[in-house]
């Protein structure tokens, strides 16, 4: 974010005062961040020297962080019986800074979703992120949420959904954030989800389709087809189809799949090159859990790339990532001896 752009810059000389109607905070980890209170943003650069920083060090002796019923933290200083919202430690603060990447690589295996979205404004813009209530979804729409971005935390579980949005929330109160209910395991909420979605007259700039299972038993959906094939994939495949017109009105717009390297490691085709539905959503007797995680991604990557040859021209573009080997998080809650792996490669992976 171009920090000159702000009004009242040049009222200050020192490089570290604050222009008129901006106020330093602290988030419970010890970023330092910045809000304007006259166009009601946040973010992480100082708005006249364009630097990160983080508070350094504990808290003095007789200090307590707290968080009040907004979720804003504050400061309790015990020894003289006072609060402040202002954290004592800003005084000592350390300037961030990370080494610019080269061109041919931006980021690289230690980047956070903090970091990629560094300098960018997202007001305005409307995001759908499937499966947001934990995990990579979490993190990718706290991190939308804080550069402005009005997220749609789209969750099967509408609890767990407002937790997480309350979570945000603790971060920046007045983060634009919501839980809608998405059961991808029922064509029927997904329809509902899209006519509700609909309703509210947004635009969608952004659709990323996260949610997913991995290590399921068998088990066939209220649609009777296998159920790691239909959250995997069907059921953003139908979603997409039905938010495609708002994509369009909202051109530019862009589509995500998160997918899996583990793409590589099946086939979908019978002995003759020709597409095996049997494989997709297998019976019972021919099922194995890593097979159908593994096809299903192998399907999110081939509609991925036919939804961008057909979008593409009309401002939608579509993209397929693979988030990382083995990376920590409650993916593999479904079966202990996934747990025991993921707990064993935890050392070595990516945290949330």
């Known amino acids: 974010m171009a920090a000159l752009k702000y009004a009242g810059l040049e009222d200050t000389d020192s490089e570290e005062e604050l222009p008129p109607g901006w106020e330093e905070r602290t988030t419970k980890d010890g970023w330092v961040y910045y809000a304007n209170h006259l166009e009601e943003k946040t973010q992480w650069e100082h708005p006249k020297s364009g630097k990160r920083k983080r508070v350094a060090g504990d808290l003095p002796y007789g200090w307590e962080q707290e968080t009040d019923e907004n979720g804003q933290v504050y400061f309790v200083d015990h020894i003289n019986k006072r609060t402040t919202y202002l954290d004592p430690r800003l005084a000592f603060t350390v300037e961030d800074n990370p080494v610019k990447p080269t061109t041919r690589q ?30 990579i979804g979490f993190e990718t729409a706290k991190s939308l949420a804080l550069h402005g971005a009005c997220v749609i935390l789209a969750c099967r579980s509408l609890a767990r959904g407002n937790d997480a949005v309350q979570r945000i929330l603790g971060e920046w109160h007045k983060a634009k954030v919501e839980a809608m209910t998405l059961d991808l395991a029922s064509l029927q909420s997904v329809q509902c989800f899209a006519e509700a979605f609909k309703s509210k007259n947004l635009p969608l700039h952004i659709l990323i389709c996260n949610a997913a299972v991995f290590g399921a038993p068998w088990s066939l959906t209220e649609d009777g087809l296998e159920s790691t094939f239909q959250v995997n994939h069907l059921g953003h495949f139908y979603l997409v189809q039905l938010l495609e017109d708002v994509l369009r009105q909202s051109s530019p717009a862009r589509v995500v799949v998160v997918s899996s390297e583990s793409h590589r490691f099946t086939e979908i085709k019978d002995s003759s090159g020709k597409l095996d539905f049997s494989l997709l959503s297998p019976s019972k007797k021919e099922y194995w859990a890593m097979l159908a995680y593994n096809r299903s991604k192998l399907c999110n990557i081939l509609f991925s790339n036919e939804l961008n040859r057909r979008l593409s021209p009309h401002g939608v573009t579509s993209n397929s990532v693979h988030p990382g080997n083995m990376i920590y998080s409650s993916i593999h809650r479904n079966w202990w001896l996934y747990t025991l792996l993921f707990t064993l490669a935890r050392p070595f992976t990516k945290s949330m």
Do not use: C, F, H, P
């Open 106 to 135: 931006k980021y690289d295996g230690n980047s956070t979703a903090m970091e990629i979205l560094q300098g960018r404004d997202l007001s305005g813009k409307v995001a759908i992120i499937t499966g947001a209530n934990s995990g």
